[in-house]
């Protein structure tokens, strides 16, 4: 089986994979999410014992990966872009230590912000951390640079970061797989004050890491994922990055450009293939899926040298992701347009699913709150985000992971009591504990409702690793136990349950709701699995 | 020979189900195809797409240009009408189911959504549902609304059929039977109705 249809999240997980991958570590977030589970439903993986369990965050997913790096083996961290501010950390400070096994980082962003609080561009931070990028353009170069990425980072010692941006992390096509290459064996690094960052050996690494830019940028020039085709008409120069590329001979169908091209996939940027594309036309136009990360630095700060086209100039939208139209504008041809959309059509946003618990725990929070009035709801990010919209319009906030809590610590600090946070289960093992911690060593007057569906529900009903740990950590934490409430989100309890949530929201100190009900999702799934099984099993003693 | 077609319904309704079929098939007549796919956020209750491009060259990219789309296979009328703006005005089919998905509180009069379909020179309006039940279940709607959309896809029928055999095969010898009846009514009704 040489062929395979896969996503292009899928390609990347593969081609790790037949390069000898040890373990995946990830926390799930759109559009990365099918990384690891494609990993996780492999058999193959199964057989060689890949690692591919769920982490609880970003920052314990590529420490995890470090780890197995440390230890000789080869590893994946993967998350989405804003999963990288969390694990950023490790992240800058893993390209001091560098590697021992392979390590590659993926970071899948999501420009126009399709499931998304931003569209920040993973790029800035490979150069941030002066490490190697790699870009794909489509499915089988995603498989490619998976497969390269963790030699790459074997080869250079130094970790490998691989982004991938919505419309090929989630669109399907056929690769060719290459040849599997055998897992490492265990072993330590050779230097064995390689991984200590105490400043005597930091500074150390950090000038090796300055002394292999050049390396890099060779490799950037030679490995043949950057491409440069000649062109006639040099009125015009293209460069394309990432998936852009295939925008722009989406607008060529079936010839070739007549301006010369220069098709980016991997950084640093190689600067000899720039400068001749440089030297030998009129103008530059840039094409990035993303921010304009390319055209600034050609352009540079003062923009005196050639015209450079792209989202700065507005050649292209500055915001959003690319597509075959917005390319074919900025080339100047003329666009086909299709029917006008009728008045009748109306938006049809997601929706909490019938019978979800959060719509339960929102309706007792929303009668619990009115006599306080609006403005006091701390919220986090998830399915239960959705009651931000119509008809529950409960919640307040929405800014990153675990912000629920500490910002409520925050706003009752500035007087705004009662303040009330609200954040799922995995949301809460994954950024609400610390910020609970400060809110208990203040004796802050908060009620955290840990809304807890017992999964990750939002992208798709993942493992929490909340599950079983919740009372225990808040206990541990240090929420006096008469102040852990634990209810069940359901119509019928709707008065049972105010009552708690009134108590608790008059208490001025710390006070934490468990709400606890399996989201819908998962619940069915289990049964139609149970029930399968049962099924199979029957037939078994039947036959 | 390529198509482009842009799949279009709400969350759990199964467009992927008819994307995989038409790419199984696809592939199967040694094509080359390319599926962008909405995962995430709007599969709660909301609209999802897909873009499925299937060709004898390589495709480039994974979306399809703005009003170059050759059909439109949608399995609710509200949502044939949210990607219009992408149909070929020349020879762009929209084949859609005639059954209302209503979760939303505004939706529309269902006599004025199908007035804007019927104003498309080229479509098929469907009762799926219908022609589902009498296959023998509603839930081989979105099989029927590929049946509809068989005539145009330029992959001959077999190839479909087989696709199904293929992807159901794994559920029973009745659930593969059942959707290849699906699959005829709703290719019979096309032709005839088209
Ligand atoms: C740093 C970061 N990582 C991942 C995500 C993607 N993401 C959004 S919500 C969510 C999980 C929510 O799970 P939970 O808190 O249990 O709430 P539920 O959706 O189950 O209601 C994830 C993984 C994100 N937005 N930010
Ligand atoms: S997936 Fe689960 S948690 Fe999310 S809205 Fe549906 S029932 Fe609620």
Redesign the interface.
């Known amino acids: 089986m040489n062929k395979i249809l896969v996503l292009g999240d899928e390609a990347i997980a593969q081609g790790a994979m037949d390069a000898g991958l040890s373990g995946v570590y990830a926390y799930p977030g759109t559009p990365s999410t099918e990384i690891t589970e494609y990993i996780q439903k492999s058999k193959e993986a199964k057989e060689k014992g890949v690692v591919s369990t769920w982490a609880t965050n970003e920052k314990t997913a590529l420490e995890g990966a470090l780890g197995m790096s440390y230890a000789g083996k080869k590893a994946m961290a993967c998350m989405k872009h804003v999963g990288l501010n969390v694990a950023a950390d490790a992240f800058m400070n893993a390209a001091i230590t560098g590697t021992n096994g392979g390590l590659m980082v993926v970071s899948a962003d999501d420009p126009s912000m399709h499931s998304s609080q931003n569209e920040q561009d993973s790029r800035f931070y490979g150069k941030f951390a002066m490490i190697p990028v790699l870009e794909p353009s489509n499915q089988q170069e995603a498989y490619d640079m998976a497969y390269y990425g963790i030699q790459l980072s074997e080869k250079m010692g130094i970790p490998v970061l691989l982004r991938v941006t919505t419309r090929l992390a989630h669109s399907r096509s056929v690769i060719e797989r290459k040849p599997q290459l055998p897992q490492n064996k265990l072993s330590l690094p050779s230097n064995p004050k390689q991984f200590i960052l105490l400043p005597v050996f930091a500074k150390k690494n950090y000038s090796g890491l300055l002394g292999k830019q050049a390396a890099f940028e060779t490799e950037a020039e030679k490995s043949g994922f950057n491409k440069y085709f000649e062109g006639k008409d040099k009125s015009l120069g293209i460069i394309t990055c990432g998936l852009a590329y295939n925008y722009l001979m989406e607008n060529c169908q079936d010839k070739e450009p007549e301006h010369p091209v220069l098709k980016i996939t991997q950084y640093p940027a190689p600067s000899e293939m720039i400068n001749k594309i440089y030297e030998e036309t009129d103008e530059l136009l840039v094409l990035e899926e993303g921010y304009p990360f390319l055209e600034e630095q050609i352009r540079g700060l003062l923009n005196k040298g050639k015209k450079v086209k792209g989202r700065l100039d507005g050649t292209i939208p500055r915001s959003g992701e690319l597509t075959p139209n917005i390319v074919a504008k900025a080339l100047g041809m003329s666009v086909n347009k299709g029917y006008e959309i009728p008045s009748v059509l109306r938006g049809r946003p997601p929706v909490l699913c019938a019978g979800c618990p959060h719509i339960d725990s929102f309706e007792a929070l929303n009668d619990a709150m009115a006599p306080y009035g609006r403005g006091r709801v701390f919220s986090d990010i998830g399915c239960y985000t959705l009651a931000a919209l119509k008809p529950l319009e409960a919640i307040n906030t929405c800014v990153d992971m675990g912000a629920s809590i500490s910002m409520a610590v925050g706003a009752a600090d500035a007087g705004l009591v009662p303040s009330v946070a609200v954040i799922g289960d995995s949301t809460f093992t994954h950024s609400g504990m610390t910020g609970l911690l400060d809110a208990v060593n203040k004796k802050s007057p908060v009620t955290v409702f840990i809304l807890d569906n017992s999964t990750v529900g939002m992208t798709g009903g993942q493992h929490s690793a909340a599950l079983g740990h919740i009372e225990g950590i808040v206990k541990g934490i240090g929420v006096e136990e008469e102040h852990i409430r634990i209810v069940k989100p359901l119509r019928r309890l709707h008065d049972e349950n105010l009552k708690v949530y009134k108590e608790e929201i008059e208490y001025k100190g710390v006070s934490v709701i468990i709400a606890r009900r399996e989201c819908v999702q998962t619940l069915n799934r289990r049964m139609k699995l149970k029930f399968a099984n049962k099924k199979k099993t029957q037939n078994v003693v039947n036959n | 020979m390529k198509k482009d077609i842009i799949l279009g319904g ?2 759990g309704q199964g467009i992927l189900t008819i994307a995989a079929l038409i ?1 199984t098939a696809a ?1 199967k007549k040694g094509l ?16 999802v797409q897909a ?1 499925l491009r299937i060709s004898s ?1 390589p ?11 050759d059909m439109i296979i949608a399995v609710e009328p ?2 044939s ?2 990607y ?6 020349n020879n ?1 089919w929209l084949i859609t189911s005639s059954n209302p998905f209503n ?7 269902i006599e ?2 199908y007035n ?1 379909i019927r ?2 020179p080229r479509h098929v309006l469907i009762d799926a549902n219908e022609i589902a039940k009498q296959a023998g279940s509603v839930k081989a709607a979105n099989i029927v609304v590929l049946g509809a959309s068989a005539p145009f896809i330029g992959i001959e029928y077999n190839y479909l059929e087989d696709a199904i055999k293929d992807i159901f095969s794994r559920k029973g010898e009745d659930i593969v039977e059942m959707n290849l009846k699906a699959l005829k009514a709703g290719y019979d009704f096309a032709r005839e109705n088209k």
């Open positions: 709400v969350g790419a592939l080359y195809i390319k599926q962008s796919e909405v995962h995430g956020m709007s599969q709660r209750g909301g609209d873009n060259k495709v480039m990219s994974d979306l399809i240009p703005e009003g170059k789309a509200l949502e009408l949210r219009l703006n992408m149909l070929d005005k762009g979760n939303i509180p505004d939706y529309p009069d004025e959504v804007e104003k498309i």
